[in-house]
């Protein structure tokens, strides 16, 4: 299979799936021989002047509106849900410190944490669980999502603001490098 062969694939399995492609999906419906690494990396060229850009979310890759386009798309029924102060700062503390259990996000934020603020941001698909940590009791840990990274649109954590972003908006930023 060549370059432009295995490009046209992608492009059709991405326009046909409803959901993002993980990259090791793909490995597994290509060739061995196929570097499916620079077909991406050709394809996002390819559609970034585009009307839509294929993007990178966590291990998987995805076909998004460009962003000066979004405005068409946008319904005006849009369902707003407020988090409360105690589900945002999980959440932060979650993105910044994956994997992190429940007592880690507790002593961080000085307060316990409710079941129902995990609960919430789980039914958002913004956090699941991760491994067992290795100390006694093997709590639990948190880690957010695809879902997450895609409804923010960031390809991995690694996108998110740093220290000095946050202090440029105005942030107080004292807890985030406690853990």
Request: aromatic share 6%; proline share 4%; net charge positive.
């Amino acid at each position: 299979m060549n370059k432009k062969d295995t490009e046209r694939v992608i492009e059709a399995l991405l326009f046909t799936s409803p959901e993002p492609l993980s990259i090791k999906g793909l490995k597994k419906k290509l060739p061995h021989d196929v570097d499916i690494e620079l077909a991406i990396e050709a394809l996002q060229k390819h559609y970034e002047t585009r009307g839509v850009n294929l993007k990178l979310v966590g291990d998987s890759i995805v076909l998004r509106t460009a962003k000066d386009l979004k405005h068409l798309f946008v319904t005006k029924e849009v369902t707003k849900r407020n988090l409360s102060r105690a589900a945002r700062e999980t959440l932060a503390i979650i993105a910044y410190h994956q994997p992190v259990t429940k007592l880690e996000i507790e002593e961080i934020r000085g307060v316990s944490v409710g079941s129902g603020t995990i609960d919430l941001l789980m039914d958002l698909d913004w956090i699941r669980f991760g491994r067992r940590k290795t100390s006694p009791g093997r709590p639990i840990t948190f880690q957010i999502t695809d879902t997450f990274l895609d409804y923010f649109d960031l390809s991995s954590a690694k996108d998110l603001p740093g220290v000095k972003e946050l202090r440029d908006l105005g942030l107080s930023v004292k807890k985030l490098n406690q853990v």
